[in-house]
């Protein structure tokens, strides 16, 4: 009989070791952004962020007024405000993450990358992923933030599947919209 509660004990003592292995955070957790999810057409709010994913386009070709790129363009239109402060407030962060790779939004093109947000005034655009051919489908997350560093703050993140989304022969980036400041 005590071999058996000696077994049944350490079982015991194994399962409630495991339980806690993994309930415990791991040393990133105290540093990690915090995640607001949206879909597209849902405004979503962070701490010092306010944005609203319009539409998700993909195409061979991404173009503005005077430049024009071929290439495996996913084409993101938004709407995007400070909440609480403009000093020092930009869109810094657009990414997409596909395939276990992340993409910063692209420089090349005139976008809403970088530009500075205004409390109360969202400012209405695009930006634009140039991705490689292998990256032409499959589960995909965007990510938006006003800090390059995203620790300790929040993140507006929307879920996509880019097999969802038609491919068109060309996209035209919104140019940014001034009118509402």
Same mark, same amino acid.
């Given at each position: 009989?005590?071999?058996?509660?000696?077994? %049944?004990?350490? $079982? @015991?003592?194994?399962?409630?070791?495991?339980?806690?292995?993994?309930?415990?955070?791991?040393?990133? $957790?105290?540093?990690?952004?915090?995640?607001?999810?949206?879909?597209?057409?849902?405004? #979503?709010?962070?701490?010092?962020? =306010?944005?609203?994913?319009?539409?998700?386009?993909? $195409?061979?070709? @991404?173009?503005?007024?005077?430049? !024009?790129?071929a290439g495996n363009w996913v084409?993101?239109?938004?709407?995007?405000a400070a909440v609480l402060s403009?000093?020092g407030n930009s869109l810094a962060?657009?990414?997409?993450?596909? #395939?276990?790779?992340?993409?910063?939004?692209?420089?090349?093109?005139? !976008?809403?990358?970088?530009?500075?947000? !205004?409390? #109360?005034?969202?400012?209405? #655009? *695009?930006?634009?992923?140039?991705?490689?051919?292998? $990256?032409?489908?499959?589960? =995909?997350?965007?990510?938006?933030?006003? %800090?390059?560093?995203?620790?300790?703050? %929040?993140?507006?993140?929307?879920? &996509?599947?880019?097999?969802? &989304?038609?491919?068109?022969?060309? @996209?035209?980036?919104?140019?940014?919209?001034? *009118?509402?400041?």
């Open positions: 009989m005590r071999a058996w509660l000696a077994w %049944s004990t350490g $079982a @015991a003592l194994i399962a409630a070791a495991w339980g806690i292995a993994l309930i415990t955070p791991s040393e990133a $957790a105290p540093e990690e952004p915090f995640p607001v999810a949206v879909q597209i057409g849902e405004a #979503g709010m962070g701490r010092d962020l =306010a944005v609203t994913v319009v539409d998700v386009r993909r $195409a061979e070709a @991404a173009r503005t007024d005077e430049w !024009s790129a084409v993101v239109d938004l709407d995007a403009e000093y962060l657009v990414t997409l993450e596909t #395939g276990g790779r992340t993409f910063r939004a692209s420089e090349r093109p005139e !976008s809403l990358l970088g530009h500075a947000l !205004s409390v #109360g005034a969202p400012l209405s #655009g *695009s930006v634009a992923f140039e991705l490689p051919d292998e $990256a032409a489908g499959g589960p =995909a997350v965007l990510t938006f933030g006003v %800090s390059t560093d995203p620790r300790l703050d %929040s993140l507006i993140v929307l879920e &996509i599947d880019l097999d969802d &989304i038609a491919l068109d022969g060309e @996209a035209e980036l919104i140019p940014v919209d001034w *009118s509402t400041r």
